[in-house]
């Protein structure tokens, strides 16, 4: 007896999550509010965060977005995306790329399918590391 496909209040199937892995960012854009962030130090393990992939997987999800903060804060990041990726069709990851040049390779082997660059403007005074 399998489960149910999810469904949205309006009757329409969800076919994709995002998951938010992190809080921690390199950068100090103005316009980041970090909203409902209580414990910015409790991280999902890379355990927990596939096995809610897994379970959302087999209820019809079938992308997945890693998202933050900064996903590629996380040193064990590949390790998340390799247990994420048997469970859904598609995933991919919002980044600002700082941190991409040199982990690329290793995220593309681990099954990360697209990447979106958060880029919100080309003038240094509107976005500063931290």
């Given at each position: 007896?399998?489960?149910e496909?999810l469904v949205?209040?309006?009757?329409?199937?969800?076919?994709?999550?995002?998951?938010?892995v992190?809080?921690?960012?390199?950068?100090a854009?103005?316009?980041?509010h970090?909203?409902?962030?209580?414990?910015?130090?409790?991280?999902?393990t890379?355990?927990?965060?596939?096995?809610?992939v897994e379970?959302?997987?087999?209820?019809g999800?079938s992308k997945a977005k890693v998202?933050?903060?900064?996903p590629l804060?996380?040193?064990?990041?590949?390790?998340v995306i390799?247990l994420?990726s048997?469970?859904?069709?598609?995933?991919?990851?919002?980044t600002?790329?700082l941190?991409l040049?040199?982990r690329?390779?290793?995220?593309k082997?681990?099954?990360l399918?697209?990447?979106?660059?958060?880029?919100h403007?080309?003038?240094?005074?509107?976005?500063?590391?931290?």
């Amino acid at each position: 007896m399998g489960l149910e496909p999810l469904v949205d209040s309006f009757g329409r199937p969800v076919s994709s999550l995002r998951v938010s892995v992190t809080q921690r960012c390199d950068l100090a854009c103005f316009f980041c509010h970090r909203e409902g962030e209580h414990d910015p130090g409790r991280e999902m393990t890379p355990a927990e965060i596939g096995r809610i992939v897994e379970v959302a997987g087999g209820l019809g999800v079938s992308k997945a977005k890693v998202t933050g903060g900064e996903p590629l804060m996380r040193k064990d990041i590949v390790e998340v995306i390799r247990l994420i990726s048997p469970h859904v069709k598609e995933v991919s990851m919002t980044t600002n790329s700082l941190q991409l040049p040199g982990r690329a390779i290793a995220l593309k082997k681990a099954g990360l399918k697209r990447v979106n660059i958060s880029l919100h403007s080309l003038k240094r005074e509107s976005v500063r590391r931290s």
